[in-house]
């Protein structure tokens, strides 16, 4: 599942799920949420309160098909401050890392997650567009776990299979859902171990810090001419992770699961009618032409949804005012 370069939702997930105490009593669930889940809600709530206490370091695998990546994760909260990282074991052996992320900062995809006020203000929050039921879990890095299964209430998103620690909280295992239950690709803790303030260095060749930097909306325009634009089409729950100015070049949505953007690129010239597909585990990349405000451009929805989704979403990009 971000929510939030070569890192995918998953290891987002990795990096700001972990702890917290059981949220609101079961007969608020039960009141707001008639027929959910009590136990899932209350352990969804659980694990998307992840930047508060607990500090971890493990190594985790990512699998898309044919294709297996390891990487070194590592959380830590000192004083208020959270301090992430995240190291490839494999490939180029690049690292991400944020430095003091202040715990009061809570990005959009937890909040989601967050449904205790949700359900006391009687909103459902993301289980109205997922049903959430509980089994019995596995043991995943010598943690014994209990399994969340989260089905999509429509055709506009996946599900997902995943694994908590049943003492923590934290997530030690996803599996995400296509169409036929077909597993599209799964992440897991091969090992773990709690209370580990830093991790050691991996030896990276290529460092990233990770930052919340405010970008200044820019304007598209072309011999003169401008394209202000607007997504006029969403499936239900999704809500933007940001503020860009209607002249930005992208747009980013979440569900408090998924996350999928949407890129505008100006042309200089028509290209020919069609659109372009690139599906890679539960990741899909669409692209198609098209005119806003008489201007040729290139529009591409990226992200963990549904081909039909990503095109009924390009499908509704047009101008804006």
């Known amino acids: 599942m971000t929510v939030h370069g070569f890192i995918t939702r998953p290891f987002a997930l990795i990096l700001t799920l972990a702890v917290s105490g059981l949220p609101a ?10 027929g959910a889940d009590i136990e899932a809600l209350a352990w969804l709530d659980k694990m998307s309160r992840s930047l508060q206490e607990v500090n971890y370091h493990g190594v985790v695998t990512f699998q898309r ?16 401050l959270v301090t992430e990282r ?11 890392v944020r430095v003091n992320h202040p715990l009061e900062c809570i990005h959009p995809g937890n909040r989601l997650l967050q449904l205790g006020a949700e359900l006391q203000d009687g909103n459902c929050g993301v289980a109205r567009y997922y049903r959430f039921s509980m089994a019995g879990g596995e043991l995943v890095a010598g943690r014994q776990s209990v399994q969340i299964r989260v089905e999509p209430r ?11 620690d049943n003492e923590t909280g934290l997530l030690l295992k996803s599996e995400t859902i296509g169409q036929g239950d077909s597993i599209l690709e799964r992440f897991q803790f091969a090992s773990l171990s709690y209370n580990h303030d830093t991790a050691p260095d991996g030896g990276t060749r290529l460092v990233h810090q990770a930052h919340h930097p405010e970008p200044e909306p820019r304007t598209l325009s072309t011999g003169g001419g401008r394209a202000d634009w607007s997504v006029n089409w969403l499936p239900q729950g999704f809500t933007p992770t940001d503020r860009p100015g209607p002249g930005s070049e992208r747009r980013t949505y979440t569900d408090g699961l998924a996350v999928f953007s949407v890129f505008l ?8 009618p069609g659109e372009g597909v690139v599906r890679t585990g539960s990741t899909t990349s669409y ?3 098209m005119h806003i405000a008489g201007i040729p451009v290139l529009v591409t ?11 009924m979403v390009a499908d509704s990009v047009e101008e804006g005012h």
């Open 86 to 96: 995240l190291t490839e074991l494999t490939g180029q052996g690049a690292e991400v």
């Open 25 to 34: 009593a079961p007969r608020v669930y039960a009141e707001a949420c008639p």
């Open 65 to 80: 098909g044919q294709e297996l990546q390891a990487m070194q994760v590592s959380h830590s909260v000192v004083n208020g």
């Open 265 to 272: 690129e100006l042309l200089s010239e028509d290209i020919r």
């Open 301 to 311: 929805v990226i992200g963990e949804v549904p081909l039909n989704t990503a095109r």
């Open 154 to 164: 429509d055709m506009y998103r996946y599900g997902y299979v995943m694994e908590l």
């Open 287 to 289: 692209t198609r032409g």
